[in-house]
RNA sequence: GGAUAGAUGGCCGAGCGGUCGAAGGCGCACGAUUGGAAAUCGUGUGUACCCCCAAAGGGUACCGUGAGUUCGAAUCUCACUCUAUCCGCCA
């Protein structure tokens, strides 16, 4: 969310915002918005000038002689009526207004590349060599097959569409991947932390989920709950209406939950394999700092550094993608994508996405901290990356690594996750 | 799933229709005292919003959430959420 106070101060470079994300004047109107904002303070003042003479009223009727108690009663009780007629329209506003609010999207950075779709993301550079093979590299799905690694087919008869099932040493590689990157976590200063993937409805309007894209998320109405699509939905509310003390900050989170996602706007796009599954495991680095855009600028490159030396341990050539205006999404300020080199596809998939959301969630789930200096109230800047995704990131493992019978070789730092096996595979 | 108890400020905790933004304590900040500190004493100490160019000042709301009763609600009624404990079930 953003603040009000700044819209109407800065009207121009809101719009000028808001047309680099893709908002249409149709979509969001500022001129609506301001004057609904102007209305709604018409309402308050009226409504609480009226709650003040009531107010009076009603302490006057303690002291007031029993002959005048009527007419005063009957008075209060005339401004009671009239104060439920504003306030039903106060709310009706209210509510309009805040639902306008909640439907503004974050500020773009000045650095972000301009533009409407993925195709004027900007490759920032590329690192590590594209593996050149001597023979005819398999997809990550043979090299599953031949190895007795997945079940995916009988998993679709039992669990549908999009799941998967691995086993042997895949599923043990799942799991060391992240065993891996939450040391890497723990030692860059992150608390290790293990969180739910229910969710009740307020987080994913606190994440900025809603009202944006209910489609995307799994919802169980028989409680009313949701299935969280990244821990990053429960680990920005986790702290939410706290008021922090300036001190407690940066706080660092390293969050496992297993994520789900309807993937409704996906269909027809990755349906073979582990690249897009409704249900997968993550590790998500998830920062809360001080409200600074340098101090906030800087956590970001922190976060991207993490992950790059994710896909360097994991020898996998990748490439640092910024994303543009109009394809982050409404919550960020500037994101960074990592995509790691997939031979089967000739091309780099995404394993890593890492966002600066300033305040934005901030307001949304009213997390603050009291400044030391000035004892003042600020609400914090979050920002959010991937850790690593199971099973995606298995995909590029896989095919990168494989050699010429199948078998698939372990990078150095992860071997001692493996057992200490330098090499995984049927014919090994 | 069944049965009880409960939810008050940064924390503990009183209040059970008006004088309550809320006693008291702890904590915190500032000041006095001290060579310095501890102890002691004094003062202060929530958030959001509205009016106001701003400051000063004035006002409204907030005692888990939402509705209701009342001239007036932290206090009464209802619903919901959450927490604790016991029983049952269970990885």
């Not at 660092?252 to 599954?277: H, I, M, N, Q």
């Amino acid at each position: 969310m953003l603040d009000i106070k700044f819209i109407i101060e800065n009207l121009d470079t809101v719009r000028d915002g808001l047309e680099k994300k893709g908002y249409t004047k149709d979509v969001l109107d500022l001129d609506a918005l301001t004057a609904l904002y102007k209305e709604v303070n018409k309402l308050k003042t009226s409504s609480q000038s009226i709650a003040e003479e009531k107010n009076k009223l009603s302490n006057a009727i303690k002291s007031a002689s029993s002959e005048e108690r009527p007419s005063i009663i009957a008075k209060s009780k005339a401004l009671g009526e009239e104060f439920k007629l504003l306030q039903d329209e106060l709310n009706t506003k209210q509510d309009e207004f805040n639902l306008m609010m909640l439907k503004m999207p974050n500020m773009p950075s000045p650095e972000s590349p301009i533009g409407p779709d993925d195709s004027a993301n900007v490759v920032r550079r590329k690192v590590g060599n594209i593996r050149e093979f001597s023979f005819t590299p398999r997809d990550h799905i043979e090299l599953m097959e031949i190895n007795d690694w997945s079940e995916m087919e009988r998993i679709a008869k039992v669990s549908g569409s999009r799941t998967y099932a691995i086993k042997n040493d895949l599923a043990q590689l799942e799991l060391a991947m992240h065993m891996m990157v939450l040391d890497k976590l723990r030692e860059h200063g992150f608390t290790v932390i293990t969180v739910p993937s229910i969710s009740k409805e307020k987080p994913l309007y606190g994440q900025g989920y809603l009202p944006f894209s209910r489609d995307e998320v799994y919802h169980l109405p028989n409680d009313d709950v949701y299935l969280s699509g990244t821990a990053e939905l429960i680990l920005n509310s986790l702290r939410a209406d706290e008021i922090l003390t300036e001190n407690e900050l940066p706080i660092l989170y390293a969050g496992f939950s297993p994520c789900f996602r309807r993937e409704a706007g996906a269909a027809g796009k990755d349906t073979r394999g582990l690249v897009r599954v409704h249900q997968f495991m993550k590790t998500e680095q998830f920062v809360i700092c001080k409200n600074d855009i340098n101090e906030s600028e800087k956590w970001h490159q922190k976060l991207l550094q993490i992950s790059e030396e994710v896909l360097q341990d994991l020898e996998l050539p990748y490439q640092v993608l910024e994303v543009c205006t109009g394809d982050m999404g409404a919550p960020k300020y500037r994101q960074y994508d990592l995509e790691a080199w997939v031979p089967s596809q000739n091309c780099y998939r995404e394993t890593h996405s890492c966002s600066n959301i300033t305040e934005w969630q901030a307001r949304r789930t009213n997390l603050r901290y009291r400044e030391n200096e000035s004892g003042k109230v600020k609400f914090v800047h979050t920002l959010n990356n991937t850790g690593i995704a199971t099973p995606r990131a298995l995909v590029p493992f896989m095919e990168n690594h494989q050699n010429e019978d199948g078998t698939v070789n372990i990078p150095v730092k992860l071997q001692p996750y493996m057992g200490g096996k330098k090499i995984i595979g049927k014919n090994c």
